[in-house]
């Protein structure tokens, strides 16, 4: 073996339990491994990320890991922790999601090494939709009593919540489903572990129990914390939802921004999870931090890595440039490289005003682009005193009160950036 698992993923912070044994039975030979991915979008979130990394670890430890996408469980609906059930998918949209969360997957695994560790994509649905009702309840349902599915923590918070719908009977049997998938992968791929979120336990013992009772062996069950931030918020959340790993979602930019702008607690805490770096690195790094927080190296480490990771090192060369259009010193030049989804997410919110494109063809006179045309400043008296006062930049670059925006200050063909002083800035789109 490459490297103790258990010990890995220990200080990293990414263990909260694990079943007695299951460190002396990784060590004993190549074992597989599986995590479970919901299928109900086309792309992973980083809420999804802490089960990939660790099945990453998983195959750097010489293992073999299994991703299970979960096509009959998705369309079904999971009880732990959620109080609604899930909108049931149909077999085309899972079948494109599958390969579109592959293709995500194969960035973090290996799925096509000659080695006998190569990584492997799986759907419970392939197995789950040849079963009838009565063949599941006779071969499967059975062996588990109601007594020991009633015991499970997400089974009993369901049933003692004031939600007037209670919990159906569908959603009390997945973790039947997801058990008969553990013993089903035990039996067909020599698969001895499964990992998830603290949040799985029970059903993960579930399938501890059927490859015990049905499958006369032993499986094994290994949960990570779910992850929190320092503050309380959500993790992976922002105002506008998911933060995802596909650009077309959430771009490279706001994925980079995510990272950058996480708390120093937050911080020390995710560069473990979310990098592949090693132990002195990160201990260095840590230092490091701490005698200069104000330069927050962590967050930009932990940002770097994680978007390389995710997207390319152009994406986060793009991104990091992005910023300083903001923030630092860029030029006109900078600018005009941004792509339109990258400049409507620099800035957001920034106020706009609209201009008709006729009257960039004409030229538009500065005091009138302040003022008249746009609100921006409340007086052509005010335009005329920023003018002078060598304060008005157009597109990052300082103007006098003669200059007129013409075709060739838009960006995107779109966009001009106007400042006042370094704190105020407007947008103004060409339409």
Request: contains cysteine; proline residues 2%; glycine residues 8%.
């Amino acid at each position: 073996m490459a490297k103790n698992f258990v010990e890995e993923i220990t200080w990293r912070g990414m263990l909260h339990d694990a079943m007695p044994g299951t460190e002396e039975h990784l060590l004993e030979e190549m074992t597989s491994a599986y995590v479970g991915i919901d299928p109900t979008a086309d792309s992973l979130h980083i809420g999804h990320l802490v089960g990939v990394m660790m099945l990453r670890h998983f195959q750097l430890a010489g293992h073999k890991p299994y991703a299970l996408v979960g096509g009959a469980t998705g369309m079904i609906g999971d009880p732990s922790g959620k109080s609604n059930e899930r909108n049931l998918l149909d077999e085309e949209t899972l079948r494109h999601n599958q390969q579109a969360l592959k293709e995500q997957l194969s960035r973090f695994l290996d799925f096509k090494s000659e080695e006998k560790n190569a990584a492997v994509l799986v759907n419970n649905y392939d197995w789950m939709k040849e079963f009838s009702f009565l063949e599941f309840i006779r071969d499967v349902g059975k062996h588990i009593t109601v007594n020991y599915m009633m015991a499970k923590d997400s089974v009993k918070k369901r049933l003692s919540s004031e939600a007037k719908e209670g919990m159906s009977f569908t959603e009390f049997t997945y973790q039947l489903v997801q058990g008969y998938d553990f013993l089903h992968l035990f039996k067909t791929h020599n698969c001895t572990l499964q990992m998830g979120g603290s949040d799985q336990w029970g059903n993960i013992t579930t399938g501890t129990e059927m490859i015990r009772r049905i499958g006369n062996g032993k499986g094994y069950a290994l949960t990570c914390p779910l992850i929190t931030k320092a503050d309380g918020s959500k993790f992976g959340k922002t105002e506008g939802g998911n933060v995802w790993l596909d650009k077309e979602r959430t771009s490279p930019y706001k994925f980079y921004q995510y990272w950058l702008n996480t708390s120093d607690e937050d911080a020390e805490k995710y560069i473990k999870i979310f990098t592949f770096l090693d132990k002195e690195t990160i201990e260095a790094l840590v230092k490091e931090h701490q005698e200069a927080p104000h330069l927050r190296l962590l967050q930009k480490k932990l940002a770097e890595e994680i978007t390389t990771m995710v997207h390319s090192k152009e994406d986060l060369e793009n991104a990091i440039q992005a910023s300083a259009v903001l923030f630092g010193k860029s030029t006109a030049d900078d600018l005009k490289k941004l792509d339109e989804q990258t400049f409507l997410d620099v800035f957001e919110g920034v106020a706009q005003a609209e201009i008709s494109k006729e009257k960039f063809e004409e030229g538009v006179d500065m005091i009138a682009a302040l003022a008249a045309e746009t609100n921006f400043l409340a007086s052509n008296g005010e335009a005329r005193r920023a003018l002078k006062a060598n304060s008005v930049s157009v597109n990052k670059e300082k103007v006098k009160e003669g200059y007129r925006l013409t075709s060739e200050d838009l960006i995107n063909g779109k966009y001009v950036i106007l400042n006042k002083g370094k704190k105020n800035t407007y947008i103004i789109k060409a339409n």
